[in-house]
């Protein structure tokens, strides 16, 4: 069971506008910064998004991530067909004193 | 070019002790927080452990309980590397186990570059 509590799955069509929630609590996404990782099969995870909504250089601008309150929010404003990986949101946790992931997205663009 | 390369994976019998080793490169190694995480067979990425820097050459390092008192962090600044000690091992520890850099010096900020990953096996 996972601190942070994310969709299992998730889908849509080429061109489609998607979003992935993450939904945590006052003691983590409520007191601490969001980051988003993406995971292709058979890789490792790769940064996305961090400090809620900035994009590391290289990452296209069709990504955006937002957080209000207590939980945080992952937009693909057109997705495509290489989209399709694992997605991740990760925080710190103030009352474990330690760093926290999602249970993770499975994106399927259909 | 920031690089983290991972060694030290293996199978190991249950109770059994395990050291993992990172080696760092193309970054300012002695004031970055580094991490592990590990993530098991067909799950979600777990983080396990991070060592941070508290200025004046002081790091601390910060667990998940799951690895409380079984498992320790720790760093050569002298050779850029980070080791995972793990002792006690279980089959629930069996997990492809990555080596990440913190965007700052704790471990608040979060993982932005990682390694590739070794695999550890935990099985009689």
């Known amino acids: 069971q996972s601190v942070l509590t994310q969709s299992p799955s998730a889908s849509g069509t080429p061109g489609q506008r998607v979003t992935i929630s993450c939904s945590g609590s006052?003691?983590?996404?409520?007191?601490?910064?969001v980051n988003w990782y993406q995971q292709l099969p058979g890789t490792a995870p790769k940064l996305l998004i961090y400090?809620?909504?900035q994009r590391p250089s290289g990452v296209p601008d069709r990504f955006s991530g937002s957080k209000s309150g207590t939980s945080a929010s992952l937009a693909f404003s057109g997705l495509q067909s290489e989209d399709e990986a694992d997605y991740y949101c990760?925080?710190?946790?103030?009352?474990?004193?330690?760093?926290?992931f999602g249970g993770g997205t499975k994106l399927t663009v259909l | 070019q920031v690089r983290l390369v991972e060694s030290g994976g293996g199978v190991v019998q249950p109770g059994k002790s395990l050291r993992l080793s990172c080696a760092a490169s193309?970054?300012?190694?002695?004031?970055?927080?580094m991490h592990w995480v590990r993530q098991a067979p067909g799950k979600g990425l777990e983080w396990v452990a991070a060592?941070?820097?508290?200025?004046?050459?002081?790091?601390?390092?910060n667990y998940a309980d799951s690895v409380k008192g079984r498992f320790t962090i720790s760093r050569d600044n002298s050779k850029n590397m980070v080791y995972l000690h793990m002792n006690s091992l279980r089959p629930e520890d069996t997990a492809l186990y990555y080596c990440?850099?913190?965007?700052?010096?704790?471990?608040?900020?979060?993982?932005?570059?990682w390694g590739q990953g070794t695999t550890v096996t935990v099985s009689s």
């Open positions: 400090t809620n909504n």
């Open positions: 006052s003691s983590n996404i409520g007191s601490s910064t």
């Open positions: 193309g970054f300012t190694f002695t004031t970055s927080g």
């Open positions: 990440a850099k913190d965007l700052g010096r704790g471990a608040r900020r979060g993982m932005d570059v």
């Open positions: 990760s925080t710190w946790d103030d009352s474990l004193n330690a760093r926290v």
């Open positions: 060592i941070s820097y508290d200025g004046d050459n002081r790091y601390y390092e």
